[in-house]
């Protein structure tokens, strides 16, 4: 069995198995600042119609309720920058969705890791989240050292960039907390600048999701506002703008997971084939993907939004 001062190397390392690019611990704690935030985020109706985001309040903010008995946070990061990518004449698709749906493929990571310390270390009790359940996983993504949180609220590592998928495991399992790492945006406002609805606050770190197009062409289910009409800049599945502008990006490198490669035929399509996309090539193109969330109605919504 793996000694008690080994515990954090052998978990770092069952997860670098698994494919994740960057691991953190933090403790099991609740959120007081974070939650403060979240309340006055949510005050400014900056969720939209994300009503979701208001309930389980106390659990989002909290691991323990969670989890009973949870002292330990691991947070990870999971690259899913592409090789490849759509042709340009073509409306877009955010890169996160080339592939099969993350929630799945990491979920079932996490499970296999969370059996991989059950094997090595003995009784742990434990929950795995992929963005499927109230935690608030860049908090976390934040205090355990893996990234800071940027200007456009991503989490940005100093590395690789923030092409990546966050997860996080809640165990009953105590392991020394790693230190936050130092926040390098400095007086860059690239991502401030570049985004087309102005989502982003004039001093960066505060997000109005109300306005952001991966909202507008994903969560918003009724008509998108004509506001934003010649401002989507060919989005019509999520948006990757103040990614593609952000400086640390250039250390970005392709992944390696075979369950993120596109679909063939996503990389090929130009505008006219996205128009004419019948239903029949939506199931083939977009099977198991996160794309799927839109149905095909939504994304010809969002095609026709962009109109030409």
């Known amino acids: 069995m793996v000694k008690k001062s080994e515990y954090k190397s052998f978990i770092r390392q069952r997860a670098y198995d698994l494919g994740f690019s960057y691991i953190g611990f933090a403790k099991a704690e609740e959120l007081t600042e974070e939650a403060k935030r979240l309340e006055a985020w949510l005050s400014k109706g900056y969720h939209g119609q994300m009503h979701y985001m208001e309930n389980y309040f106390d659990l989002r903010t909290d691991p323990r309720k969670l989890v009973p008995g949870a002292k330990t946070v691991v947070t990870m990061m999971f690259n899913y920058f592409p090789e490849k990518e759509q042709t340009e004449a073509a409306p877009k698709i955010a ?149 593609e502008v952000c400086p640390w990006n250039r250390f970005s490198q392709k992944n390696e997971e075979e369950w993120f490669e596109p679909h063939p035929d996503l990389l090929t399509m130009n505008h006219q084939d996205w128009e004419e996309i019948t239903e029949e090539t939506f199931r083939k193109v977009f099977k198991k993907s996160a794309v799927k969330r839109t149905k095909y109605a939504g994304l010809k919504r969002n095609i026709e939004f962009l109109g030409r």
């Not at 009790?125 to 608030?136: E, K, L, N, T």
């Not at 982003?200 to 009724?222: F, P, Q, V, W």
């Open 95 to 243: 890169r996160y969705a080339y592939g099969k749906d993350y929630h799945f493929v990491l979920k079932r990571k996490l499970k296999d890791l969370l059996q991989s310390i059950q094997g090595g270390i003995g009784e742990v009790d434990g929950r795995c989240f992929v963005d499927s359940a109230p935690i608030m996983e860049r908090e976390w993504a934040k205090r355990s050292g893996v990234g800071w949180h940027g200007k456009n609220t991503l989490i940005i590592n100093p590395k690789s960039g923030s092409y990546f998928f966050l997860a996080c495991l809640v165990i009953d399992l105590e392991i020394e907390p790693d230190p936050p790492i130092k926040d390098y945006c400095g007086t860059c406002t690239k991502c401030i600048d570049a985004c087309p609805t102005d989502a982003i606050s004039e001093k960066g770190y505060l997000l109005d999701a109300s306005k952001c197009i991966s909202y507008l062409t994903i969560e918003l289910k009724e008509s998108i506002p004509t506001e934003f009409k010649g401002k989507m800049e060919d989005w019509m599945f999520g948006c990757d703008i103040c990614q």
